[in-house]
């Protein structure tokens, strides 16, 4: 029984994955990850010419360009999870893909390709984003490989658990325009008026924090940034002012280590899943 199960979600997962490949969507998608890379790289050549013999800062601010972008590849990530949650309804072809498959399988399928897609996202700008800047002038001083490397893969695991968690919304809102409207609109401006108002009037800048700013790390935009910019504001030895600006670039209060927002991002990933398998087998596709 196990193997037959097996053999049906490789034939799920195959399926998903060529009517991805069929579209241009996943690699259209590349294209404001490209510009992102772009503009990172253009920023650090800036600074590197600016600046030539202050390696330590502007790799740094090299480092804080990366994390920007990556905040904004997690978008990106989950813009294309939403997109393709919702692509059976649109194209009403829901019936035929739960023909092949289970529809837990289904959802686990698209949430699987979610995830390679928009982690490629995010491994694409980590790579191509410096070696352009490289690039442009010939041999730039590059930031240390090791800081490269940990910002990456933290990077790379927000923006598949947004992947996934964009399958998780398009599965719930059926409506493509609805769902990648509620998804880009949560996290480029909803999110940011839910965690202004939990901050609005508390003590922060007097350490003091209020029972509802402390919420705002748990936000999930705000848990993949935070989890994004803790590295960067650790390695840039700012001593007792670095919880002031993880807090600015983060939009948080008494923001907890970075790892808490990534295990945070992570849980309203499987909550969304979770829900999104609920709803899923019970709707009527007739």
């Known amino acids: 029984m196990a193997t037959v199960s097996l053999d049906r979600f490789r034939a799920v997962l195959t399926a998903e994955v060529r009517k991805t490949l069929s579209t241009r969507v996943w690699w ?46 997690a978008i990106v990530g989950a813009a294309f999870g939403t997109l393709l ?7 009403r072809t829901v019936t035929l893909a739960y023909l092949t498959g289970s529809r837990g399988q289904v959802l686990a399928a698209k949430a699987l390709i979610a995830a390679v897609v928009a982690g490629m ?3 694409f700008l980590v790579v191509v984003g410096p070696l352009l800047g490289g690039a442009a002038l010939g041999g730039q001083q590059l930031p240390d490989v090791g800081r490269l490397a940990g910002l990456g893969a933290v990077g790379v ?19 493509q325009a609805g769902a990648i409207a509620l998804t880009v609109g949560y996290l480029l401006i909803g999110e940011n008026l839910i965690a202004g108002a939990l901050r609005a009037g508390d003590g922060s800048s007097l350490g003091d924090p209020s029972v509802f700013a402390r919420l705002t790390p748990f936000l999930p935009g705000n848990a993949g940034d935070l989890a994004i910019w803790e590295p960067v504001v650790s390695s840039a030895g700012l001593g007792a002012q670095a ?35 609920v709803v899923g087998a019970r709707r009527d596709i007739t």
């Open 28 to 73: 259209l998608l590349f294209l404001p990850v490209l510009l992102l890379a772009l503009a990172q790289s253009l920023l650090g050549s800036i600074l590197q010419l600016l600046v030539p013999q202050a390696t330590d800062t502007s790799s740094i601010l090299m480092l804080a360009g990366l994390a920007s972008a990556l905040t904004m590849t």
């Open 157 to 175: 695991l927000v923006c598949a658990l947004w992947g996934v968690l964009g399958v998780a919304v398009g599965t719930l809102v059926t409506n």
């Open 243 to 277: 919880q002031f600006v993880l807090e600015f670039l983060a939009g948080v209060s008494a923001p907890p280590p970075g790892w808490v927002g990534l295990l945070v991002l992570a849980v309203w990933t499987a909550a969304g899943i979770a829900l999104a398998a």
């Open 85 to 91: 949650g919702t692509g059976d309804f649109r194209h």
């Open 121 to 123: 996202y995010a491994l």
